[in-house]
């Protein structure tokens, strides 16, 4: 790397230096590059309420028209490249802050196989601490870059040494080890058999066994609306293709599970049904065993087109191959020096230290060395078949200033998109790889990073999927608060989504709007839980602690304040004759295709689909209070959008009710279930955490559950072999994930303009989909 | 030969009138020091039989001259070009509930901020990248000056019978058109030699919309000419002595005012540089300086055809006359009525996203082609019939 100083030197030098280092004090441009998650709280810095513009640093413009790079958060193998790049496009002198700790020593991540440390890509100027860091923070690193500029430098913190007394007559403490137990054996077991209390599943398994005939070797019940079929690799088709028939018409998730000690594989399709309305809850997971040697199983894409990305991913982690899937062989997710086939047991990533012995050397270092290949293939048969068909070529993202995480290329013929391939994996944190090394409890803020404005709806589908396993249930006043919780949220969310759609028509006054909106929802969650977009307040029973009654007033006063502000946003934005113009009949994505490509949440109600998970398969409060679920028939960007902000408006009705009801509910908000002996944590586990939750083991087999989040239905699939306190395998579809098939599908034969009308009405989050 | 000493009593002799520049001076003669420095200056007299102050002074109020370098020429479009991007940034912060720049200068609002981002634009690397076309892609940035200034030459700022114009045609008009309507060639030249493939977008996209904004604009200002029976700009705002124009022809106002914003490419016709789709299109590859030039190109283009809105529709400078001012309160109410209109087009950021390329040809090829030909025709009814 060359001087690190050098743009700082550049300023001080010649007659000029003062008038240089003025200007560049204060005209900071940071560039179009979101490299992670923080790039939520990096919206909120420059949104009203924070305000970066205030310090003349104003986000406009590329790499070029730039001079200084925000980076928020973890740098993927795959984003270093583009990081190189963008930092090589821009003009001297430029500047860099790293903010979040991914960025520093890779924070929750540090182990992941996928990341970098920007510091050793980029000479950097400051580093803001935070998972995620705050907007006063982030503006602070940019007045500490403008006092590094006037060539004040000094580190932001003066620190001041004190004389503590020393007791010399301590007891050596043992360095503690690491409390995980890891099974030497494991035994995977995905179908167990339960007696549960379900007699639809009676009949449907009735059913199956004599549509599946022949075809399958065994047919289990693992749970209420739960159903394993044992097959072998050759009638997979077959019975895929019977199920189809059965109207079970889309994927929800594929799962690859390795057992080394057995060598083998089990590949898992676990499918389900949007057409038939008592079907809707159930999932059938067909699974087969195949052989570690040279594994390879008959792609289901052709009988289920959902499957088609996930096999994909399967494919890059296990290098199973799926026969008949037109990837297999190129990279989809991982970048291309990532370590091959990360997610087999034979892969170990660093175990963490609970404390460091003298003289070793701290393990920070990710393992692996920064990518030194800059080349960013686009596949040559894509270029020809392009260059024969007269199409141009365009490449978006992921520095583009509306691409998000995300590259698509595009061909496109005169102003139509031909077609869409997208390059997903900008920002995979590899959690599925990390969350086998972590205790239960720990996965809780591992997951929430999934979608750091929708936290908490990703915080409760995985303490489901734990309590699901658990089998405990959940105190009354607990449901409730969960519920207001999760609605908030969900209001959170959707705001996100519907300021970068307004962003990406170029309309920053309704982008700004939102962000507002956001900030209200962000202080009540602030209340609750301390921490703006990471609150990690649900956990395996129930909450934390006790939500006091003022914060529930301050709540119950919000929603009111919400309907003022979110009139203003329908009058600026949603009643705008050039937003409707823009979005109306734009992206169609019919009821067929939406189910076809596995489409979940808003999305696919928009198509017409009448499914949500807080209805068919109700859990904490929902089926207690009152909502309806909206639905419309057009599936353009405009009943998309809509459509969610309907939502929003069931959502402010349910958070009302909530808080109504929880107020005459008074008792315990962690089960008696799970406390076991510490009774004392029943409103508060604070001193009690570890000792309630530090050694949670689960029972085995398989536990799958489906929770609404923002965007959709998220599945967390947990495999336990009941010794180890650690999972053996999560699998975790997230809803951005299974939006992406039906996105680019959507995107197909509209205009070039377009794709950003399609992207923001489906809220396309990349860190969410990338995991 | 040229005859000097006539050249010099035709400067003399056509001065802008300002009452209180003589104010002043008497002012400045009652004062003991700076007095005796006056009359001192004033009694160099080395030929002519004209101090030489009295000269230069006389050059520089010499009407056209003036005309060209104060009101509304160079020095008025140097401050709209400092202070007009600033108070955009202010007014759509206002309406999106946040304070704007501010820090660099917290008294002044930080009117300044313009002036620092120039400075670093200034101080930044220009790159050139390897598959540019040097030559061009360096020149056309400041070839682009010479459409946006050269129809200064033909504003008239002065009100009826009080003309403030530098050169006096009766083809003025159609000048301007011409030099207008070269604009868009310059952005194309940029874009072409950029040689990247956003900026190729964004100059198709700039041609379409070229095409689909100029015929329009070139049909109502044939319009105005019809309405007023001239072409001259002094003729034109002579005219506008009882009625101004945008009450004589409203229409003609409303698509004169879309084509000025399809022209500078503002919200919602932001098309070619669209900077979530292309990231400023023509402009992407464009760094340091040459950005910077880049960046205000708009802002230039926007002033003179604000200025040509102000004389064609809203009477050029006429106005309630301001005492002690003379021709400078002719030249105020042009510059005020100018901001405005430039105003109401800033803010249109704050108000409306971004149209469709298709969408918005079909603006410019329907709706406001259709507009346009009616206010013709009513101009024609207007003007010529009654």
């Given at each position: 790397?060359?001087?690190?100083?050098?743009?700082?030197?550049?300023?001080?030098?010649?007659p000029?230096?003062?008038?240089?280092?003025?200007s560049?004090?204060?005209?900071?441009?940071?560039?179009h590059?979101i490299?992670?998650?923080?790039g939520?709280e990096l919206?909120?810095?420059?949104?009203?309420g924070?305000?970066?513009e205030?310090l003349?640093?104003l986000?406009?413009g590329i790499?070029r028209?730039?001079?200084?790079?925000?980076?928020?958060?973890?740098?993927?193998?795959?984003?270093?490249r583009?990081?190189q790049?963008v930092?090589?496009?821009?003009p001297?002198?430029?500047?860099?802050n790293?903010?979040?700790?991914?960025?520093?020593?890779g924070?929750?991540?540090?182990?992941s196989?996928?990341?970098?440390?920007?510091?050793d890509?980029?000479?950097?100027?400051f580093f803001?601490?935070g998972?995620?860091?705050?907007?006063?923070?982030?503006?602070?690193?940019?007045?500490?870059l403008?006092?590094?500029?006037?060539?004040?430098?000094?580190?932001t913190?003066d620190?001041?040494?004190?004389e503590?007394?020393?007791e010399?007559?301590?007891e050596?403490r043992?360095?503690p080890?690491?409390?995980?137990l890891?099974?030497?054996t494991?035994?995977?077991?995905?179908?167990?058999?339960?007696?549960?209390?379900?007699d639809?599943?009676?009949e449907?398994?009735?059913?199956?066994?004599?549509?599946?005939?022949?075809?399958?070797e065994?047919m289990?019940?693992?749970g209420?609306?739960?159903?394993a079929?044992?097959t072998?690799?050759?009638?997979?088709m077959?019975?895929a293709?019977?199920?189809k028939?059965?109207?079970?018409?889309?994927?929800k998730?594929?799962?690859?599970i390795?057992?080394?000690?057995e060598?083998?594989f089990?590949?898992?399709?676990?499918?389900?049904s949007?057409?038939v309305?008592?079907?809707?809850p159930v999932?059938?997971?067909?699974?087969t065993?195949?052989?570690?040697?040279?594994?390879k199983?008959?792609?289901?894409?052709?009988?289920?087109?959902?499957?088609?990305?996930?096999?994909?991913?399967?494919h890059?982690?296990?290098g199973?191959?799926?026969?008949g899937?037109?990837?297999?062989?190129?990279?989809?997710?991982?970048?291309p020096?990532?370590?091959?086939?990360?997610?087999r047991k034979?892969?170990k990533?660093?175990?963490?230290r609970?404390?460091?012995?003298e003289?070793v050397?701290p393990?920070f270092?990710v393992?692996?060395?920064?990518p030194?290949?800059?080349?960013?293939?686009?596949?040559?048969?894509?270029?020809?078949?392009?260059y024969?068909?007269?199409?141009i070529?365009v490449p978006?993202?992921?520095?583009?200033a509306?691409?998000?995480?995300?590259?698509?290329?595009?061909?496109?013929?005169?102003?139509?998109?031909v077609?869409?391939i997208?390059?997903?994996?900008?920002v995979?944190r590899?959690?599925?790889?990390?969350?086998?090394?972590?205790?239960?409890?720990?996965?809780i803020?591992l997951?929430?990073?999934?979608?750091?404005?929708?936290?908490?709806?990703m915080?409760?589908?995985?303490?489901?999927?734990?309590e699901?396993?658990?089998?405990?249930g959940?105190?009354?006043?607990?449901?409730?608060?969960r519920?207001?919780m999760?609605?908030?949220?969900?209001?959170?969310?959707?705001?996100?989504?519907?300021?970068i759609?307004?962003?990406?028509?170029?309309?920053?006054?309704?982008f700004?709007?939102?962000?507002?909106?956001?900030?209200?929802?962000?202080e009540?969650l602030m209340?609750?839980?301390?921490?703006?977009s990471?609150?990690?307040?649900?956990?395996?029973g129930?909450?934390?602690?006790?939500i006091p009654?003022?914060?529930?007033?301050?709540?119950?006063?919000?929603?009111?304040?919400?309907?003022?502000r979110?009139?203003?946003?329908?009058?600026i934005?949603?009643?705008?004759?050039?937003?409707?113009a823009?979005?109306k009949?734009?992206?169609?994505l019919?009821k067929?295709d939406a189910?076809?490509c596995?489409?979940?949440?808003?999305?696919?109600?928009?198509?017409g689909?009448n499914?949500?998970?807080r209805?068919?398969?109700?859990?904490?409060?929902?089926?207690?209070?009152?909502f309806e679920?909206?639905?419309g028939?057009?599936?353009d960007c405009?009943?998309?959008?809509l459509?969610?902000?309907a939502?929003?408006k069931?959502?402010?009705?349910?958070?009302?009710?909530?808080?109504?009801?929880?107020?005459?509910?008074q008792g315990?908000?962690?089960?008696d279930?799970?406390?076991?002996e510490?009774k004392?944590?029943a409103s508060?586990?604070k001193g009690n955490?570890?000792?309630?939750?530090?050694n949670?083991?689960?029972p085995?087999?398989?536990?799958t559950?489906?929770?609404?989040a923002?965007?959709?239905?998220t599945l967390?699939?947990?495999?336990s072999?009941?010794?180890?306190?650690v999972?053996?395998?999560v699998?975790?579809?997230s809803?951005?994930?299974?939006?992406?098939?039906?996105?680019?599908?959507?995107?197909?034969?509209?205009?070039?303009?377009?794709?950003?009308a399609v992207?923001?009405?489906?809220g396309?989050?990349?860190p969410?989909?990338d995991r | 030969?040229?005859?000097?000493?006539?050249l010099?009593?035709?400067i003399?002799?056509?001065q802008?009138?300002?009452p209180?520049?003589y104010v002043?001076?008497?002012?400045?003669?009652k004062?003991?020091?700076?007095g005796?420095?006056?009359?001192?200056?004033?009694?160099?007299?080395p030929?002519?039989d004209?101090p030489?102050?009295r000269?230069?002074?006389?050059?520089?109020?010499?009407?056209?001259?003036?005309?060209?370098?104060?009101?509304?020429?160079?020095a008025?479009l140097?401050t709209m070009?400092l202070?007009l991007?600033?108070?955009?940034?202010?007014?759509?912060?206002?309406?999106?509930?946040r304070?704007?720049?501010?820090?660099i200068?917290?008294?002044?609002?930080?009117?300044?901020?313009?002036l620092?981002?120039?400075?670093?634009f200034?101080?930044?690397?220009?790159?050139?990248?390897?598959d540019?076309h040097r030559?061009?892609f360096?020149?056309?940035?400041?070839l682009?000056?010479?459409p946006?200034?050269?129809?200064?030459?033909?504003?008239?700022?002065?009100?009826v019978?009080?003309?403030?114009?530098p050169?006096?045609?009766?083809y003025?008009?159609?000048i301007?058109?011409?030099l207008?309507?070269?604009?868009?060639?310059?952005?194309?030249g940029v874009?072409?030699?950029s040689?990247n493939?956003?900026?190729?977008?964004?100059?198709?996209?700039?041609?379409f919309?070229?095409?689909?904004?100029?015929i329009?604009?070139?049909i109502?200002?044939?319009?105005m000419?019809?309405?007023?029976?001239?072409?001259?700009?002094?003729?034109?705002?002579?005219a506008?002595?009882?009625?101004?124009?945008?009450?004589?022809?409203?229409?003609?106002?409303?698509v004169?005012?879309?084509a000025?914003?399809?022209?500078?490419?503002?919200?919602?016709f932001?098309?070619p540089?669209a900077?979530?789709?292309?990231s400023?299109?023509?402009f992407i590859?464009?760094?340091g300086?040459?950005f910077?030039?880049?960046?205000?190109?708009?802002?230039?283009?926007?002033y003179?055809?604000?200025?040509?809105?102000t004389?064609?529709?809203?009477g050029?400078?006429?106005?309630?006359?301001?005492?002690y001012?003379?021709d400078?309160?002719y030249?105020?109410?042009f510059v005020?009525?100018?901001?405005?209109?430039?105003?109401?087009?800033?803010n249109?950021?704050?108000?409306?996203?971004?149209?469709?390329?298709?969408?918005?040809?079909n603006?410019?090829?329907?709706?406001?082609?259709?507009?346009?030909?009616?206010?013709?025709?009513?101009s024609?009814?207007?003007?010529v019939?009654?």
């Amino acid at each position: 790397m060359e001087n690190p100083n050098a743009h700082i030197d550049f300023l001080e030098s010649g007659p000029l230096a003062p008038f240089k280092k003025w200007s560049a004090k204060w005209s900071l441009w940071p560039c179009h590059f979101i490299t992670s998650c923080c790039g939520v709280e990096l919206a909120h810095a420059f949104a009203c309420g924070y305000d970066g513009e205030r310090l003349g640093t104003l986000n406009l413009g590329i790499a070029r028209q730039s001079n200084f790079i925000i980076i928020e958060g973890t740098i993927t193998r795959k984003m270093a490249r583009a990081l190189q790049f963008v930092y090589g496009q821009m003009p001297d002198p430029k500047f860099v802050n790293v903010i979040g700790a991914c960025g520093e020593r890779g924070g929750i991540f540090w182990n992941s196989y996928n990341i970098t440390h920007p510091s050793d890509i980029v000479p950097v100027d400051f580093f803001i601490p935070g998972c995620p860091i705050t907007p006063e923070g982030l503006l602070r690193g940019v007045r500490a870059l403008q006092a590094k500029i006037m060539g004040v430098d000094k580190t932001t913190i003066d620190f001041k040494e004190v004389e503590l007394p020393f007791e010399e007559q301590l007891e050596e403490r043992l360095v503690p080890t690491s409390p995980k137990l890891y099974a030497p054996t494991p035994a995977i077991k995905v179908d167990i058999k339960r007696e549960v209390d379900w007699d639809f599943g009676k009949e449907l398994e009735d059913k199956l066994k004599k549509e599946l005939i022949d075809l399958y070797e065994s047919m289990t019940i693992t749970g209420v609306n739960r159903i394993a079929i044992k097959t072998t690799p050759g009638n997979l088709m077959v019975v895929a293709q019977k199920l189809k028939e059965m109207q079970f018409d889309h994927v929800k998730s594929v799962n690859v599970i390795q057992v080394p000690h057995e060598r083998k594989f089990i590949v898992e399709y676990m499918a389900a049904s949007y057409s038939v309305e008592e079907l809707m809850p159930v999932l059938v997971t067909i699974f087969t065993e195949i052989g570690i040697k040279d594994p390879k199983i008959p792609s289901l894409t052709s009988v289920w087109e959902s499957a088609n990305y996930s096999e994909r991913e399967l494919h890059e982690f296990f290098g199973v191959l799926f026969d008949g899937n037109d990837w297999m062989g190129r990279k989809f997710l991982l970048a291309p020096d990532t370590p091959d086939l990360p997610l087999r047991k034979e892969f170990k990533i660093p175990e963490e230290r609970y404390a460091f012995e003298e003289g070793v050397e701290p393990e920070f270092m990710v393992p692996i060395e920064p990518p030194k290949d800059l080349s960013v293939p686009i596949w040559e048969e894509f270029i020809e078949k392009a260059y024969d068909s007269d199409e141009i070529i365009v490449p978006i993202g992921p520095h583009h200033a509306g691409s998000g995480h995300l590259r698509v290329t595009f061909r496109v013929k005169g102003d139509r998109i031909v077609d869409a391939i997208p390059e997903p994996g900008f920002v995979h944190r590899s959690m599925e790889k990390l969350a086998e090394n972590k205790l239960y409890i720990q996965n809780i803020p591992l997951f929430e990073r999934l979608a750091i404005n929708d936290p908490v709806n990703m915080n409760l589908a995985y303490v489901r999927a734990v309590e699901n396993a658990l089998g405990i249930g959940v105190p009354e006043r607990a449901q409730y608060l969960r519920t207001t919780m999760a609605e908030l949220s969900r209001i959170e969310a959707f705001y996100y989504d519907s300021g970068i759609f307004s962003l990406f028509f170029g309309h920053t006054t309704g982008f700004m709007y939102c962000m507002a909106i956001r900030e209200m929802i962000i202080e009540a969650l602030m209340q609750i839980s301390g921490s703006r977009s990471g609150p990690s307040f649900i956990v395996p029973g129930g909450l934390r602690r006790d939500i006091p009654d003022t914060v529930l007033e301050l709540i119950d006063n919000m929603t009111f304040a919400l309907n003022r502000r979110m009139k203003k946003f329908e009058s600026i934005f949603v009643y705008n004759p050039v937003t409707v113009a823009r979005a109306k009949g734009v992206g169609v994505l019919t009821k067929e295709d939406a189910i076809r490509c596995g489409m979940v949440g808003p999305f696919l109600r928009a198509s017409g689909v009448n499914y949500d998970v807080r209805k068919i398969a109700p859990y904490d409060a929902y089926d207690k209070v009152d909502f309806e679920v909206t639905t419309g028939d057009d599936g353009d960007c405009l009943g998309r959008f809509l459509g969610r902000l309907a939502e929003i408006k069931e959502s402010v009705k349910i958070v009302k009710q909530a808080v109504d009801a929880v107020k005459g509910i008074q008792g315990q908000i962690l089960s008696d279930d799970i406390l076991g002996e510490y009774k004392e944590a029943a409103s508060d586990i604070k001193g009690n955490f570890f000792r309630v939750y530090g050694n949670l083991v689960l029972p085995k087999g398989e536990w799958t559950t489906i929770t609404e989040a923002a965007r959709g239905t998220t599945l967390f699939t947990l495999i336990s072999d009941g010794e180890s306190n650690v999972p053996y395998r999560v699998r975790v579809i997230s809803p951005c994930w299974m939006n992406l098939r039906g996105f680019m599908e959507a995107v197909k034969g509209e205009r070039y303009a377009d794709f950003w009308a399609v992207y923001g009405s489906f809220g396309y989050f990349p860190p969410e989909a990338d995991r | 030969m040229i005859d000097v000493s006539g050249l010099v009593s035709t400067i003399l002799n056509n001065q802008v009138n300002i009452p209180l520049l003589y104010v002043i001076y008497e002012f400045l003669l009652k004062i003991p020091v700076i007095g005796s420095i006056v009359t001192f200056l004033l009694s160099i007299i080395p030929l002519f039989d004209v101090p030489i102050i009295r000269l230069l002074i006389g050059f520089l109020l010499w009407k056209p001259m003036w005309v060209l370098l104060i009101i509304p020429g160079f020095a008025t479009l140097g401050t709209m070009l400092l202070i007009l991007p600033w108070l955009e940034r202010k007014l759509v912060g206002r309406m999106q509930w946040r304070v704007g720049p501010r820090e660099i200068a917290p008294r002044t609002r930080g009117s300044i901020q313009l002036l620092a981002d120039s400075l670093r634009f200034l101080c930044q690397e220009v790159i050139i990248h390897k598959d540019a076309h040097r030559l061009y892609f360096l020149q056309f940035p400041f070839l682009y000056f010479l459409p946006v200034l050269l129809p200064l030459l033909f504003i008239n700022a002065g009100a009826v019978g009080r003309p403030l114009v530098p050169i006096e045609t009766p083809y003025a008009l159609q000048i301007m058109v011409g030099l207008i309507s070269l604009m868009p060639v310059f952005i194309m030249g940029v874009g072409w030699s950029s040689n990247n493939r956003f900026a190729f977008i964004g100059t198709v996209r700039e041609a379409f919309m070229y095409f689909a904004y100029e015929i329009p604009f070139i049909i109502v200002i044939l319009a105005m000419i019809v309405l007023f029976k001239t072409s001259n700009t002094v003729g034109v705002v002579n005219a506008q002595g009882t009625y101004w124009g945008i009450v004589l022809n409203p229409l003609a106002a409303l698509v004169f005012f879309i084509a000025a914003v399809m022209a500078t490419a503002r919200l919602p016709f932001e098309i070619p540089e669209a900077d979530q789709e292309l990231s400023f299109g023509p402009f992407i590859e464009y760094s340091g300086i040459a950005f910077g030039l880049a960046y205000v190109m708009a802002y230039e283009k926007m002033y003179v055809l604000s200025a040509i809105m102000t004389m064609l529709f809203l009477g050029g400078g006429s106005g309630p006359v301001i005492p002690y001012l003379g021709d400078l309160s002719y030249g105020i109410w042009f510059v005020i009525k100018t901001l405005i209109i430039l105003l109401v087009m800033v803010n249109l950021r704050g108000v409306y996203p971004r149209y469709r390329l298709d969408q918005a040809l079909n603006v410019g090829w329907g709706a406001i082609l259709i507009f346009a030909i009616v206010a013709l025709l009513w101009s024609v009814v207007l003007g010529v019939v009654l």
